[in-house]
């Protein structure tokens, strides 16, 4: 597997913390978010930094209360096709304020890259051959129809700004 | 993978590049004419065909396999169904441009 | 109409390129079939019985004489000569290679047309009325908001991955010809008492195997908060549409699983939080897309020709078509032509490559340029003064495209069925044809009055069966093409679902059934009153009996 970094985020380096095993003292460790909303705070202050591993049918308002406490968040996807992995990646970002990274795994294809970077995904896991096409896929359009939750404005906002600027100078 | 059969099958599928309709022949080509297909009367012999499409599919060549039951007509093998006779001839309604015009494998950039 | 610019030009030609890449990914093997289905879906390729399919949008019906011309140019060099024009506002050409795909997209780049999003689980082509701008009847061209929405819904980050496909529907006109209470969302733009322009809100209508109508959720949207009020509905969905079964996976489901009013509650608590943030149009953008959309400088002209009325005293066809085939303009003196594409015998929707460039040289004579495509198949000329009619009424004529039975019966919407299709039960064109020949004489026709008969080849209802006046749904019983018959829809203002009379016929049963409830039709009808009526009025007894009991 290769990470491919979408925003020039620091990538995690963390493991899988397996089922019944406690983290290892300062271990960054991803744990599925079922196991996490039963953890007490003595999880949180032996393991190091700690993310939430979610299905795509995770709701975003369960994650309330543990937003203090991820450093980062790992979606799932079972399926590219799972298009709820968008809109909880939209749902950290723009509801629960999340600033960590969002990592998608999963069988996702690279002609999602850039809907997944507009979502608001940091690094995604893909099989190390398609590295490359990931990575070309990110440079395919620059200029978008939406303004989404990750600071990219629409193009209907940016054609009069452009406007704006010329008449300004 | 043992299966249970209601009668004689051949195989369909369309080629990748122009997903022209093509009937899968006993040597594991392919041809445009379903009197040329290959039709297996047994469990085994579906098998076996089905291995040879799947090769094709896996080098790219055809895609959308369908194993379907086969009769005959003129004692040629034919699409038991209308639905894949339809595919055989191509449109009913336009009988002036499906494959029954041109049956033949048409030269195609391929 | 709308123009692109530079961003419009880049995004295009990208998507183009994009695509061909995928397509050298998939023929060298990079990528899989299954990996490679949704993106050609994306890009309106499917495959079906004979060969690949592509469908490309006619972003909210309206085209103009060069884009009409390089549709006939790709039938012709790409496909067998022909296009299909589609409930949705689309053509669809029956024969390209895949090798060749990303260049036909191309060539639409060229004249800033595209196949983006006309399949797959995500927002499609946005309809709406073939007569926008041009009718007597609206509060406001749809049209701007069609292209914003157009534009909204391209390449959405957050919902290109929708648990089903999704359609959206628009009309600014009383008269609902874009059957908007039969779409995901349908919007009808409307004026409040201060005057300001903005929208009701309708959701979960669909057809398919569980038919609905939608229901109206916010009676007046603001027009400045349609995206971001469009974003929260479609929010909403994107989480909490079923995906475990296809079948049940469209907006409709969901919005009966939760009940409109809960609908309309989590969409308007979603909105209050993205309201204010830049989603939604800046004014200035508005007014951009709205001038492009300005009425055309038509003169104010009289409504009496007596031209027009002598060939019609001389000429039964042209009279009928006269009487079906046009509709007022707002502009006195103009008229929309309707070109029916629903020759008897004929394949509906169907065009030739040199009929379509009929079409788009009469565009440029007649009709500003302009051209429409309707939900009903046909082609429009918009903007026509009245004085043109014989001219055009002739021209089109000689090219078998001057049937003047719009609205009437034999003015069919018929799927591919399993002529084309690769879901179907059922054949569904040859039953429009055995139609229009059983019904071939216009004093007839025109004595039955308007008549909206839909067949769709399978449940799926790409025919719109279940808004037909008489429905038909192919369906497959033992191994032999077998027709339900159903009554009483309605895609308009008034939508409803048409309702199953009784068992099932073959080809010709059919035909003869469709015919005795016509007959029951005249027998019943009381002065002006149209089936829909009739059958509303009287109720499905005295149909069934007609139809089976003599059986
Ligand atoms: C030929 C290939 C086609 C395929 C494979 C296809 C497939 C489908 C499917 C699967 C549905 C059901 C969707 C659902 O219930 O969730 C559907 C609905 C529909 N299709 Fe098609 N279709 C085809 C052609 C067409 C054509 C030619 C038209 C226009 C004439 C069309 C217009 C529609 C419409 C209006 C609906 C109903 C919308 C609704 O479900 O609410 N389709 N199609
Ligand atoms: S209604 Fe059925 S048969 Fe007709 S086009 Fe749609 S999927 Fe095909």
Known sequence: ?169 | MARKIKGPQMIVANRLLDGRVVFLKADGGWSAVAADAAVAADEAGVDALEALAQKSADDNFVLSIEVIDATERDGKPYPAHMKFAMQALGPSVRPDLGYQVSPAWEQTDL | MYAYDKYDHALVNARVEEFRDQVNRRVKGELTEEEFRPLRLMNGLYLQLHAYMLRVAVPYGTLNGTQMRKLAHIARKYDKGYGHFTTRQNIQYNWPKLSETPDILQELADVEMHAIQTSGNCIRNVTTDQFAGATADEVADPRPYAELIRQWSTFHPEFSFLPRKFKIAITGADIDRAAVKWHDIGLVVKKNDAGEIGFEVLVGGGMGRTPVIAKTIRDFLPEKDLLSYLEAILRVYNEQGRRDNKYKARIKILVDALGADEYARQTEEEWQKIKDQPIDFPAEEAARIKAYFAPPPLQVLSDDVPAVDELAKKNFLFAAWLQNNTNQHKVPGHVNVTISLKPHGGIPGDATAEQMDLVAALADEYSQGELRISHEQNLILPHVAKKDLPAIWTDLDEAGLGIPNAGLLTDIIACPGLDYCSLANARSIPLAQQLGKRFDDFKRLQDIGPLKIKISGCINSCGHHHAGHIGILGVDRKGEENYQLLLGGSGAEDASKAAILGPGFDENGIIDAVEKVVAVYLGEREEGEEFLATYRRVGPQVFKEAVYDAR
């Open chain 1, 1 to 169: 597997m290769t990470l491919v970094n979408l925003t020039g985020i620091q990538a995690g380096d963390f493991s899988l913390l397996a089922d019944d095993h406690s983290p290892e003292e300062g271990a960054a460790v991803a744990v599925p978010l079922s196991r996490l909303t039963d953890e007490g705070d003595d999880f949180f202050k032996v393991a190091g930094p700690v993310g939430a591993v979610l299905t795509t049918d995770t709701n975003h308002a369960d994650l309330a209360p543990l937003m203090n406490k991820l450093a980062f968040v790992v979606v799932d996807f079972p399926a590219f096709g799972d298009g709820r992995g968008f809109s909880l990646a939209v749902r950290l970002r723009k509801d629960l304020g999340f600033k960590g990274e969002i990592r998608a795994t999963g069988p996702v294809i690279p002609d999602q890259a850039l809907f997944l970077l507009r979502a608001g995904f940091d690094t995604v896991e893909v099989a190390d051959e398609r590295a490359e096409a990931f990575k070309a896929a990110l440079k395919r359009f620059d200029s978008f129809y939406q303004t989404d939750y990750t600071g990219q404005v629409s193009l209907a906002h940016a054609r009069h700004k452009a406007t704006e600027e010329r008449k300004a100078s």
